[in-house]
């Protein structure tokens, strides 16, 4: 790409970085950043800047946020009595698109996989352990219906059943498998509906 000039083939390289850009893609949309306005240039740029700097995980629920708490956690709408498990803050968007839920969230940000060496210690189940000792009815565990995902709805189970929450699974209406957040708002909430006690 020599014969772009250093700039803007460095500008392609680093886009080509990304996931799901090809180097064909990067070039367009080097061309296309080129094309716009300064201005808007800036305020991508920032906003990239910014949103890196200022993402933490919320204090409660350990979803991505730029907030100690974040807007679910916050809300007094929510039931806070509720709270559902997912694996990671997409998941916990799919189910925010449904409109349906009202209860919060906690994201382990993985699931135990034995064969990839991640075990409890490295999601965040302590964190879920510690809001269970508040006011909770109920826990649904709403981990994707892969190996992984039942190994760790499994494991949950058993180490809440003792403290008498009740501990419920979504319905396997998720194609095994499927990740969370490519399946169409109402399977989620058929699966969610039809969820059942562990
Ligand atoms: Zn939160």
Redesign the pocket.
């Known amino acids: 790409m020599e014969y772009y000039g250093n700039q803007l083939s460095g500008l392609i390289e680093e886009l080509g970085k990304l996931p799901g850009v090809g180097a064909k893609s990067a070039q367009r949309l080097a061309f296309h950043i080129i094309h716009m306005p300064e201005e808007q240039v800036e305020q991508l740029a920032e906003k990239m800047v910014n949103v890196r700097k200022n993402i933490r995980y ?6 991505l ?1 730029d907030r100690e ?6 809300s007094e709408k929510r039931d806070h009595s509720t709270i559902m498990v997912v694996e990671n803050p997409r998941d916990l968007a799919a189910y925010e698109k449904t409109g349906r839920y009202d209860g ?2 906690h ?1 382990l940000h993985g699931a135990i996989s034995p064969q990839l060496g991640i075990g409890p210690g490295d999601i965040r189940l302590k964190e879920l352990m510690v809001r269970l000792q508040g006011d909770v009815k109920e826990v649904i565990i709403a981990t994707n219906s892969s190996l992984e995902g039942e190994t760790t709805a499994m494991y949950l189970s058993k180490l809440i059943r003792p403290t008498g929450i009740k501990v419920t699974r979504i319905a396997s209406g998720v194609p095994v498998g499927g990740d969370l957040e490519y399946i169409d708002e109402v399977t989620l909430l058929r699966a969610l509906e039809g969820r059942v006690e562990l």
Not at 58 to 63: A, G, I, L, P, S
Not at 69 to 74: G, N, R
């Open positions: 919320c204090k409660v629920c350990c979803t946020t708490l974040c807007p679910i956690c916050a919060v969230y994201v």
